[in-house]
């Protein structure tokens, strides 16, 4: 039981002797370090700048209008029935029927695929207000197909759905600043991920070092006194080579 115990010390030890030896060899690379997190930072910038292509969001909103309880205000049903029927807006805004509407009547030169993934539909809860948001590199393109989205819709869910009417809260609004990338966020993670790489490979570089540097080292691994040290002193010069003596002799 004593034994286990002293095993046990020893090898926690052991284990922080590494973790003290980790950090000081982080810590002695530090600028390094920092100088990696500069440039990967700096390279997410300029990346983001350079290769990432800006995209404008246009956000229009419809009121949903019960017809059962025509314009006499919502209930606590109405409000229920609203989260219910939220899945069934966003598909019906993303159908066929719709998609197609706003590509035939815009000339869109995508596929009804890549408008899907650019249409974002939502309620947001405790309303009966369908907000529609499209993602396009055109800040005019997106403001068009958010509207022709929006009354494609309202089509739709007037005629299957048994609702009185669906009103426009909100036109498509003309973006003026660009909804992604985010530049600060972008370079910020970069600088984040160099860190981490740089760090990664010290830790990396330490834990497989397995050579024996030190005095207490040597007694540690290997169990061995050590009876003396050579020191080696720096800086001195190598030994000349002899000259090699010409192929001719002297008389």
Known sequence: ???????????????????????????????????????????????????????????????????????????????????????????????RPVLETAVSKLNLEMSLKELAASITVDVPQDTRILQIAVENEDPETAKEIADTV????????????????????????????PSSPNTMKNTILGGLLGILAAIGVIVLINVLDDTIKSQEEVEQYLGLNVLTLVPLKEGASKPKKARKSSGKKRR
């Open 150 to 177: 929006r009354e494609a819709v309202r089509n739709q869910i007037e005629e299957i759905m048994d609702v009185e009417a669906v009103n426009t809260v909100e036109e498509g609004n003309l973006p003026t600043a």
């Open 1 to 95: 039981m004593n034994q286990d115990k002293i095993m046990t010390q020893e090898a926690d030890e052991e284990i922080t002797i590494d973790l003290m030896a980790l950090f000081h060899a982080i810590w002695k690379k530090l600028p390094i370090v920092v100088l990696v997190g500069i440039v990967c930072a700096i390279t997410a910038l300029i990346g983001t700048k350079v290769l990432v292509t800006p995209k404008y969001t246009s956000v229009t909103k419809a009121y949903i209008l019960s017809k059962q309880n025509g314009n006499t205000g919502m209930t606590m049903s109405d409000l229920q029935m609203s989260s219910t029927l939220t899945k069934d807006y966003i598909e019906l805004a993303k159908s």
